[in-house]
C-alpha cells in the first residue's frame, strides 16, 4: 500500500481528531465561548461601577481588557489540556502512540487544536464588549497581538507540565488543570500594578512571564507608553518554560513507557 | 529469508517483579503466531514491548531488521495492532476514527481505503454511527478495521475475537487467514481461545510467569504431549510447570 507517513500529515491527523470531536457537539462550541463572556459581562458592569469613583481602576477599558487578556491564558492552558484529557478519557493514547506518531508532534497539534478553540472562545467575548460596555480590545492594535500570543504560549508551557504530571501519575493529577492558572493569578499582577505585590511576591512575580504582559498592558493603556522591554521579557520567559515544559514531557514519557503506563492511561 | 522479527532475551521487570523473562522468539514473514498463557504470564507486556509502548529492562528485538529498541519509528508505520484494553475516540463516528487514523499513518487514498475496510469488516452502514452507540462486536470490528488501516505488514492483536459472537468469530478467523495469505502478512495474537488458535495459528508460543515454556505447530504440540485439543495441551502443560 501506498503510504505517505510525513511529519505535517500527522499533525493534521490529529488537529482533524480534535475538529471532529468539536464539531460534533454544538454545546461544547457554545461553552468555549461562554466563560469568556460572562466574565467580560460581570467585569463589565463592575467596570461600569468603580468607573465614577475611581476612574484609574477602570480608564481606557483597562479593566475589561485586561480580564479578556487573562482569560486567553486560561483558556489556552485548558483547551490544550483538556484535548489531552480526552485522550485519556478515550482510553486512546495506546492507539495513538503505536502509531508513527512522534511525542513532539502530539505536543504541536494540542498546540494547533488549543490555539483554534482560544480564538472560538475569546472573540466573541471581546466582539460583544464593544455593544455592551463601548470597550474595545481591537483599539490596542498591533501589540493585542503581542498579549495575546504571548499568553497563549504561557498557557501552553503550563499545558506541558500538567500533561507531563498527567501521563506520568494518570488522572489522579486532573485536577491540576484547574488550579495552576489559579496559582500564578496573584503574582501575574491582572488587575494591580506589581508595585502592589509585598516585595518577596515581587521576586517570584519576576520569574512569571505574565507579570510582564499586564505592565506593559497597563502602560499602554493608561499612560500610552509602548514598553518593548517588558514584552522581550514575558516572551523570554515564556520561551524558557516552553522548552522546560517540552522536556518536562518527553522526559514524563520515557518514564512512563518505562513503567508501561501508556495502555492503562486512561484507567 | 530473514524473519520479521526477532527477539533476544527479551526481558521487563517492575521493581522486584519480572513480568517477561529472556524471551527469545522468531517470527518468519507471513506466519500466524499464539501467544499463549494464563492471566499474569506476560502476554500483554510482550505485545507492548513489541508495539514500543513499553522500554525493555534488557534484551533486543530485530523489527523488520532494525533495532527497534533503539528507534521504533522508522517501523511503526508497517505496523498496527488492535486490544481491548484501547478504544477509539467514542464521540467521533467511525468514519471519522478511520480518517484520522488514515492520516495518521500517511494512507494514500484514505476514502477507498476506509470503503474498502468497511465492506470487509461488514460496517458500511456504521460509518456514519458514533462509536459509543455501537455494540461491543461492533466496535470490535471497527477496532480490527482500524488495525488494518495501512494494511500493515506485521499485525499485532490482543484477544481479537473478544466479545464477538462464534458466526463472527469465524469470519474474522477467515478474515485474517486470507489477509495474510493474500497480503504475505505476519500475525501475532494473544489470546485465550484455545480453539481459535488451533484453527488459526502456524505456531503457538506458551508463556507462564514471564517465560517461554513451549513452543511449535498446534499439530506438533497435540503429538507431543499425546492431547486431542490445544487446551488440554494448554493445560498440562500449565500444571507440570507450576
Partial sequence: MRLQNTCSGRILALFMRYFFLLRSSWPRIVEIAYWPTMQMVVWGFVSQHFAPSSPGLTAGGILISVVLIWDTLFRSHISYTLSFLEEMWSRNLGNLFVSPLRPWELMLGLACISLIRTLIGMLPAALLAIPFFGVSVFDIGFPLLIFFFNLVLTGWAMSQFVTAILIRYGLGAESLTWVLPFLIAPFSCIYYPLSTLPAWMQSVAAYIPTTYVFEGMRSLLLEEVWRSDLLIKAFSLNLFYLFVGMGAFLFAFRAARKHGLLLQAGE | ?242
Avoid at chain 2, 521487563?12 to 494464563?38: H, N, P, Q, Y
Avoid at chain 2, 517501523?75 to 488492535?82: A, C, D, H, K
Avoid at chain 2, 477467515?174 to 495459528?201: K, N, P, W
Avoid at chain 2, 507462564?208 to 504431549?225: C, I, M, W
Wanted: charged fraction near 30%.
Fill in chain 2, 1 to 242: 529469508m530473514k524473519p520479521i522479527l526477532e527477539t533476544q532475551s527479551l526481558t521487563k521487570r517492575f521493581g522486584d517483579m519480572t513480568a517477561v523473562d529472556g524471551l527469545s522468539i522468531v517470527l518468519e514473514k507471513s506466519s500466524i503466531t499464539a501467544l499463549l498463557g494464563g492471566n499474569g504470564a506476560g502476554k500483554t507486556t510482550t505485545l507492548s514491548m513489541l508495539l514500543g509502548l513499553l522500554r525493555p529492562t534488557s534484551g533486543s528485538i530485530r523489527l523488520f531488521d532494525h533495532d527497534f529498541i533503539k528507534d521504533r519509528f522508522p517501523v511503526l508505520g508497517r505496523m498496527n495492532f488492535s486490544s481491548p484494553y484501547v478504544d477509539l475516540p467514542q464521540r467521533l463516528t467511525v468514519r471519522e476514527n478511520l480518517c484520522v487514523y488514515a492520516k495518521l499513518y500517511g494512507v494514500w487514498k484514505p476514502d477507498a481505503r476506509i470503503r474498502e475496510l468497511a465492506a470487509s469488516f461488514r460496517i458500511e452502514n456504521l460509518l456514519d454511527q458514533r462509536l459509543r452507540r455501537l455494540s461491543s462486536g461492533q466496535k470490535t470490528r471497527v477496532s480490527l478495521a482500524k488495525s488494518l488501516i495501512n494494511e500493515p505488514e506485521f499485525l499485532l492483536l490482543d484477544e481479537p475475537t473478544a466479545s464477538l459472537d462464534p458466526d463472527t468469530t469465524a469470519w474474522i478467523r477467515e478474515f485474517l487467514r486470507e489477509y495474510r495469505d493474500q497480503r504475505g502478512a505476519t500475525i501475532l495474537f494473544a489470546s485465550h481461545d484455545m480453539r481459535e488458535v488451533e484453527l488459526l495459528c502456524d505456531q503457538a508460543i506458551l508463556m507462564r510467569s514471564g517465560r517461554l515454556v513451549e513452543k511449535g505447530t498446534p499439530a506438533d504440540l497435540l503429538q507431543k504431549y499425546e492431547r486431542d485439543n490445544l487446551e488440554e495441551v494448554f493445560l498440562k502443560i500449565n500444571r507440570e510447570t507450576s
